[in-house]
C-alpha cells in the first residue's frame, strides 16, 4: 500500500509479504523503489529521501504493542536500505494500515493502535478516526508541507528513562563549533544557524548548494556521531543535524533540519522531537536561540514550509534528563493499494542500434 505519512510517503508492506532474510528483502526493495537511480524512473520511490521509505509491518509479540513497525530508508541515487533510524511520518500512516489489514480492529468511532517501533525499540500510541471497520482519511487537520486536510492521527510517545543526551552533557564543542546532542527518537545535533555563519532562514536548496557549510556540517557529524555513541556515521542517515535560529513567524524555533546530506523541506516528527526536548535542556545551545513559552508543554517548530506544532515534557530532576512525554498531531492517506511489479533482478543486457 502507497501511504502519505505525514510530510513523507512510503510503501507499506505486511511483514509475511516480504523475505524473511534482510539481505533478500532489501535487494527487492531496491527494485521496488528503482534505486539506486536519482530519478528513482523505474520504481515507486519519489526521488527524494522523503520519498523513498518503507515501513514493514506486522501483529507485536509485545504484550505493550498491537503492531511492530520497522522502518527502512531506502537510499535515492544509492544501494543502500538501512534500518539505523526510525521515522515519525511514516509512522502516522502505520495504525490506519494496520487496521486496512486486519491486524487491529477498529473502534466504533476511533481507534488506538499501540505501536512497537523496531528500530529503537521505543513505543509509541496513534490514535485516527475509524467508521464501518476502516479507517478514515478525510478531515480537515491541516499540517504544514501537505496541501489541503485530512483526518487527524494523534502520536503520543514516552521514552522511559533512555537518555536525551547521548553525550552525557548539555554541550558539546565539536570540530570547533558548540552544539546540543538530543535523542528523543532521532539522534540529532542542535546548531546555531549563527555558529556557522548562516541566518536559518535561507531556502533548503540554497544551503544544500553552500559548499562550506557543507564541509562543516559533514565535520562537526562525523566528530558528533563519534561521541553519541554512534561509531562511523559517515555511511548512515543519523544523527540528523538541525541548524536552529530565533523564530521568525511567533513560534518557538526556526530549523533547518540535515537529513543528514539533504535539507529537509520540513521537518521529521521525530526529528521535531528531539529538537524540542533538546531547547528545554538547561545551559543547551537552543537556550539563547529559541524563545520557549512561560508555561505549558506546547512548542513550535518552524521550518521552511510552515510548523510543527508537539507537546514536550521532559524531566530534568534525576541524575540524566529524560523526555518523559512527546504527542504531536499529523495526517495520513492512503493512495493507493495493489500489487508492486519490481525490476527484475537481473537487468536483460540491451542491444544498442
Ligand atoms: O524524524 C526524515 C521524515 C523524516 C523522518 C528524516 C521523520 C522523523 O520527515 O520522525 O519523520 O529525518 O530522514 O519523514
Not at 487496521?99 to 481507534?111: D, I, N
Not at 504544514?144 to 537518555?163: D, E, M, Q
Not at 536525551?164 to 565539536?174: A, E, I, K, N, Y
Amino acid at each position: 500500500m502507497l501511504m502519505r505519512g505525514g510530510t513523507s510517503k512510503g510503501a507499506y508492506f505486511l511483514a509475511e509479504d516480504l523475505p524473511a532474510d534482510p539481505v533478500a528483502r532489501d535487494e527487492l526493495l531496491l527494485r521496488v523503489m528503482g534505486s539506486p537511480d536519482p530519478r528513482q524512473i523505474d520504481g515507486l520511490g519519489g526521488a527524494h529521501p522523503l520519498t523513498s521509505k518503507v515501513a514493514v509491518v506486522s501483529r507485536s509479540a509485545d504484550e505493550q504493542a498491537d503492531v511492530d513497525y520497522l522502518f527502512l530508508q531506502v537510499g535515492v541515487d544509492q544501494t543502500q536500505v538501512s534500518d539505523r533510524q526510525n521515522c515519525g511520518n511514516l509512522l502516522a500512516g502505520v495504525g490506519p494500515f494496520a487496521v486496512e489489514r486486519g491486524l487491529v480492529a477498529a473502534g466504533e468511532e476511533s481507534t488506538s493502535v499501540r505501536i512497537r517501533m523496531v528500530n529503537s525499540g521505543d513505543h509509541a500510541t496513534a490514535t485516527f478516526p475509524t467508521e464501518g471497520g476502516r479507517p478514515v482519511y478525510a478531515g480537515t487537520t491541516e499540517i504544514s508541507g501537505v496541501p489541503g486536510g485530512a483526518a487527524a492521527v494523534t502520536i503520543g510517545f514516552g521514552r522511559g528513562s533512555a537518555p536525551l543526551l547521548p553525550t552525557g552533557r548539555t554541550r558539546d564543542t565539536v570540530a570547533g563549533t558548540p552544539v546540543t546532542c538530543a535523542d528523543n527518537g532521532m539522534p540529532t545535533v542542535l546548531i546555531a544557524a549563527s555558529a556557522l555563519d548562516v541566518t536559518g532562514y535561507e531556502d533548503p536548496g540554497e544551503l544544500e548548494e553552500h559548499v562550506t557549510l557543507k564541509e562543516r556540517l559533514h565535520d562537526i557529524r562525523l566528530a558528533a556521531g563519534k561521541l553519541m555513541g554512534l561509531g562511523d556515521v559517515s555511511a548512515t542517515t543519523v544523527p540528523k543535524v538541525s541548524l536552529i535560529a530565533p523564530p521568525a513567524h511567533g513560534g518557538t524555533v526556526m530549523t533547518r533540519t540535515f537529513i543528514p546530506v539533504r535539507c529537509h523541506t520540513a521537518i521529521g516528527v521525530l526529528g521535531a522531537a528531539s529538537v524540542a526536548a533538546g531547547l528545554r535542556v538547561d545551559g543547551g545551545v537552543g537556550r539563547s536561540v529559541a524563545r520557549l513559552p512561560d508555561q505549558g508543554d506546547a512548542l513550535r517548530i518552524e521550518h521552511p514550509t510552515g510548523f510543527l506544532d508537539i507537546e514536550s515534557v521532559i524531566d530534568s530532576n534525576g541524575p540524566i534528563p529524560v523526555a518523559h512525554r512527546t504527542a504531536v498531531v499529523r495526517t495520513a492517506r492512503k493512495i493507493f493499494d495493489g500489487t508492486v511489479f519490481p525490476r527484475p533482478a537481473v537487468t536483460p543486457a540491451v542491444r544498442s542500434r
